[in-house]
């Protein structure tokens, strides 16, 4: 994809951070504050600034914008429409570095912040304590809910950023294929290593989470620890390999299974059921539609046949690799899909005996439907 250049970069997080502004004066709220350190990574620096790590932000009701980064070179070569002032200026200390900038951010009228719903008991204190005359708010909902929400729904930028992840986390898997058909690939080391090698290659940042990587004889696990071992890969059975890749920030996330004959008929019937629950629920990933409804669709294909499914039927991706929503049969009525989610779909059945099984692919909700961004699958040998 096309890189930004500086203005269009700053085109693009200016346009984010407006619809923050409009909900922060709409909502009396004078500032708000976001922090990306060791414990507490929000992603919300990222998207308002482009900044990828360490840093905190804090943006005023009025639009000043000031990001306060660990490295302050990495922040000026990757920051855009915002002021930029260094951590070292504060002695490396948060709380007066925050104290310092909403000083001086220059926000009339009531004065009040608003901090992450994750900040210990303990920093919280230490926040009133520090930022006399503002009144201090650490809460779940309200900005901090607003912005999960605004995540949710891509932009443009986040859209394209995707889809190359998309295309990357494709190639790998054909890359893949032909490596367990020539012999190449062996173990789940041996498929493991190629991805982080192979994602780096095509420019990716990194993987998007620990690559999960179980031969035939620990799919049954639904998240398979430790990740990868030296076992083989790939050999009669079920193998399930469960991996991200990370373009500019976003990632894919894919499952495939190989299904390596001579198969039971049980494990048939597993394959089976995975594939026909991923076909019949695509078509609810609409906008419009409650989010439950695809969960319930892929929860009575298991159900009929006396199976169950562990784990909910997919989430959101994004900066993060699980976003909201959250797509289960038991969330509430009110979660609806929207256009620029983008979702998984992975439904899955582990059976101790028989191995495991899980097709997962990244699905764009548009305004008319729905688009499959990627192309994992069960791979027959």
């Given at each position: 994809m096309k890189a930004h250049t500086p203005d269009t970069r700053a085109a693009v997080y200016a346009a984010r951070k407006e619809k923050l502004l409009a909900y922060m004066r709409a909502n009396g709220i004078s500032a708000a504050v976001f922090e990306d350190t060791e414990g507490r990574r929000s992603p919300a620096v990222r998207y308002y600034s482009g900044h990828p790590n360490d840093a905190l932000l804090v943006m005023g009701a009025n639009g000043k914008t000031v990001l306060v980064p660990w490295d302050e070179h990495l922040a000026r070569e990757r920051a855009a429409d915002c002021d930029i002032v260094p951590l070292t200026l504060y002695g490396r200390n948060s709380i007066k570095a925050v104290k310092a900038v909403l000083d001086n951010l220059g926000v009339s009228g009531r004065q009040n912040v608003d901090i992450p719903p994750e900040t210990p008991y303990p920093l919280f204190l230490r926040y009133v304590d520090a930022l006399d005359g503002w009144d201090v708010r650490c809460r779940d909902k309200g900005l901090h809910r607003f912005v999960t929400e605004q995540r949710a729904c891509k932009d443009d930028d986040e859209i394209a950023c995707t889809r190359e992840a998309a295309r990357i986390g494709d190639l790998i898997i054909d890359e893949i294929e032909a490596g367990l058909r020539d012999g190449s690939l062996k173990t789940e080391s041996d498929v493991a290593l190629l991805i982080e090698k192979e994602c780096r290659r095509h420019g990716c940042e990194r993987t998007g989470f620990d690559t999960l990587a179980a031969g035939p004889g620990r799919s049954w696990a639904i998240h398979a620890f430790p990740g990868y071992t030296d076992a083989p890969?790939?050999?009669?059975?079920?193998?399930?390999?469960?991996?991200?890749?990370?373009?500019?920030?976003?990632?894919?996330?894919?499952?495939?299974?190989?299904?390596?004959?001579?198969?039971?008929?049980?494990?048939?019937?597993?394959?089976?059921?995975?594939?026909?629950?991923?076909?019949?629920?695509?078509?609810?990933?609409?906008?419009?539609s409650p989010v439950r409804r695809a969960g319930k669709v892929a929860e009575n294909v298991f159900a009929k046949a006396k199976r169950t499914m562990p784990h909910t039927l997919g989430h959101g991706i994004g900066l993060e690799i699980h976003e909201y929503p959250r797509v289960s049969g038991s969330i509430d009525e009110e979660t609806v899909f929207q256009a620029g989610m983008i979702v998984t779909l992975e439904p899955g059945l582990y059976d101790p005996a028989l191995g495991g099984v899980r097709l997962e692919n990244d699905v764009l909700i548009t305004e008319t439907g729905n688009e499959v961004l990627t192309h994992a699958r069960i791979i027959r040998c």
């Open positions: 890969w790939g050999t009669t059975g079920l193998s399930i390999l469960d991996f991200g890749v990370v373009y500019e920030g976003y990632t894919s996330d894919t499952t495939i299974t190989v299904a390596k004959a001579p198969l039971s008929a049980a494990q048939e019937s597993l394959v089976a059921l995975v594939e026909r629950a991923a076909q019949e629920a695509l078509p609810f990933y609409q906008a419009g």
